[in-house]
């Protein structure tokens, strides 16, 4: 235990001392106060479009916090939006793309100072970053088996990124890694202990909610509205093509009939559900489907559905240009959000944000919480009704 803490606390006095030197060779303390402080993230690799929202409302709800408790003015470090392992267009470029070709940061800023990347650029020059973190698990459940939260600088475990967003003029004063396990406010600790000015978090996904679904959470929440120009092209699509009420499906598929076997219906099945609810939906025909299936499940899909209205959206070459893969995913969340009724993937977190766009705006909530059920698991558990709260 004394060996761990005087490690610790050598690294963060030559931190300190390191700051104070280059801070005052172009700056001087009192003004240097007053300037903000960044924090930049990134989430392991692999990981989609709609978990990495979650987990900007996780750092978003850390900045809160630290701005309460901070002398300093801290903000957030938008990170770019880079070659998502979902996005499966291979002739078009996805890569450093602005938070604000899929939001409106304008709204988001009005809850939560963030800039995105290229302002940080612009703010810090090519400094170095004060701090590199990488958070990774403390050891297995056998070792580590009461959960309470805590963090320890430790030795690094696996791969380390140092390169982040395939930028190669990012650099460090200091790179250590930490065992964490808790709520991302606990990051404040790492802050209060490092005391850098700018700090970049990797795998920011393992600091966890501090209230799930709370005010704070909804608040964020609601700040995340799509960018105005995706609006606008859904709103075409639904004028040309969805004039009546119609219903909404999403079926996630790919990696996750193989990931849940048990909760995602075959096509065959998908179909029958689908007709299920529409003959309970009196009068209604029309349902869109919202989905990142191969063609060929689409067209069987369209077969067993040939009663009805089946509509989806599918990109013209500009709008795929312009909008890209993530573009594309939004506008049919868009649509979803908006349908008379919805019913989405089990686990699918595609469809948990579909929910809480269609809480936002009001739905009653059986026309939002409703799931696919597998073949074999006609009676399976429904979506928890995380309500809006104001
Ligand atoms: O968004 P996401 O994290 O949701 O990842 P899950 C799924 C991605 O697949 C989306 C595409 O971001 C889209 O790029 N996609 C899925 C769709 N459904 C649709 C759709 O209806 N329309 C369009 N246009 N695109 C998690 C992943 O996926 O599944 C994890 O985040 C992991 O990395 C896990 O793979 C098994 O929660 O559904």
């Known amino acids: ?74 903000i957030l470090v938008l990170p770019p939006w880079h070659r998502l392992y979902h996005w499966r267009s291979t002739n078009i470029m996805q890569d450093h793309l602005p938070w604000s070709l899929f939001f409106n940061v304008e709204s988001i800023k009005k809850t939560t100072p963030v800039v995105e990347l290229h302002e940080f650029f612009q703010i810090n020059k090519l400094r170095s970053l004060d701090a590199h973190v990488t958070l990774q698990h403390f050891n297995s459940f056998e070792e580590n088996p009461e959960y309470f939260d ?13 390169e982040f967003w395939n930028l190669k003029n990012l650099t460090y004063t200091l790179s250590l890694c930490i065992s964490f396990q808790g709520s991302s406010t606990l990051l404040a600790e790492i802050i209060e202990e490092l005391q850098p000015r700018t700090i970049i978090f990797d795998h920011a996904e393992l600091a966890l909610h501090n209230f799930y679904s709370g005010k704070e959470y909804w608040a964020i929440r609601k700040s995340m509205q799509f960018s105005n120009n995706l609006h606008e092209v ?5 004028k040309k093509y969805l004039k009546q009420d119609y219903m909404c499906a999403h079926l996630r598929r790919r990696d996750f009939v193989y990931g849940h076997p048990n909760n995602v219906p075959s096509i ?45 959206f599918i990109a013209d070459e500009e709008t795929l240009n312009r909008y890209l893969d993530g573009g594309i995913a939004i506008i049919d969340q868009i649509i979803c959000s908006q349908a008379i009724y919805f019913i989405g993937t089990s686990h699918s977190t595609f469809s948990f944000r579909i929910q809480e766009e269609r809480e936002i705006l009001g739905f009653p909530v059986e026309t939002t919480f409703n799931c696919f059920c597998g073949d074999n698991n006609k009676e399976c558990t429904q979506p928890t009704k995380w309500r809006l709260v104001e």
């Open 1 to 74: 235990f004394t060996t761990f803490l005087l490690f610790r606390c050598s690294m963060c006095s030559d931190l300190k001392n390191h700051l104070s030197d280059e801070g005052e060779s172009f700056v001087s303390h009192s003004v240097f106060d007053t300037l903000p402080r960044f924090v930049l993230y990134d989430v392991n690799k692999p990981e989609g479009f709609n978990l990495r929202r979650d987990v900007f409302i996780r750092m978003a709800s850390f900045i809160h916090y630290l701005n309460k408790k901070s002398k300093y003015q801290w």
């Open 150 to 162: 805590k963090w320890e600088i430790t030795n690094c475990k696996g791969h380390v990124q140092s």
């Open 234 to 238: 859904a709103k075409g699509f639904k």
């Open 268 to 312: 065959k099945e998908t179909a029958t559900q689908i007709k299920d609810k529409l003959n309970l939906l009196n009068n209604i025909d029309t349902v869109y489907i919202a989905t990142d299936s191969s063609k060929e499940e689409f067209l069987e899909l369209c077969e067993y559905l040939q009663d009805y209205k089946v509509f989806k």
